[in-house]
């Protein structure tokens, strides 16, 4: 869930975003090694592919927002980081992992407490609903609600 500061920028950005036909995966800010961070994970919907020449566009069009916008969303000094979420993207939201499902991806998992002995487990969606998923591995189907889940990543198999 988006805090005030990112739900501002969010609003903010979204134009520009629907203007580009781009999908927002992700927006944190955040403080790392004694500096904030605004981070904005970008990609194309229908699991398409953003390409740099994507990134780049946008990071000069939300540079500039972002800079000339008044009231500031982040009056004090940050970092702007525009990326894309990568091959082995974060699954937080349930539309991710709804993406994930749809695209047939196999996702790792780790769980807050171990669950039939393992606390990490790899597979594909099988099942998903508004308060878990149901994960098909080597071992079988394993239930889990979104609660126990710690981290879920896309598994990309090279």
Not at 21 to 32: H, V
Not at 85 to 104: M, S, T, Y
């Amino acid at each position: 869930m988006a805090n005030k500061t990112e739900q501002t920028v969010i609003d903010l950005i979204s134009p520009i975003i629907e203007a580009h036909n781009d999908l927002l995966w992700d927006l944190t800010f955040t403080k790392e090694g004694g500096q904030k961070v605004l981070r904005i994970l970008l990609d194309k919907p229908d699991h398409q592919f953003i390409t740099m020449n994507d990134l780049t566009l946008f990071t000069q069009e939300v540079n500039e927002l972002l800079d000339t916008v008044d009231p500031d969303p982040i009056p004090e000094a940050y970092v702007l980081d525009i990326s894309s979420p990568g091959a082995d993207r974060p699954l937080k939201e349930l539309w991710h992992f709804e993406w994930a499902k749809e695209a047939n991806e196999n996702i790792l998992v780790s769980l807050f407490v171990a669950k039939e002995g393992q606390k990490k487990w790899q597979g594909k969606i099988a099942d998903l609903n508004k308060d878990g998923l149901t994960l098909t591995t080597t071992n079988g189907r394993l239930p889990l609600t979104f609660d126990e889940i710690a981290k879920a990543i896309l598994d990309v198999q090279f």
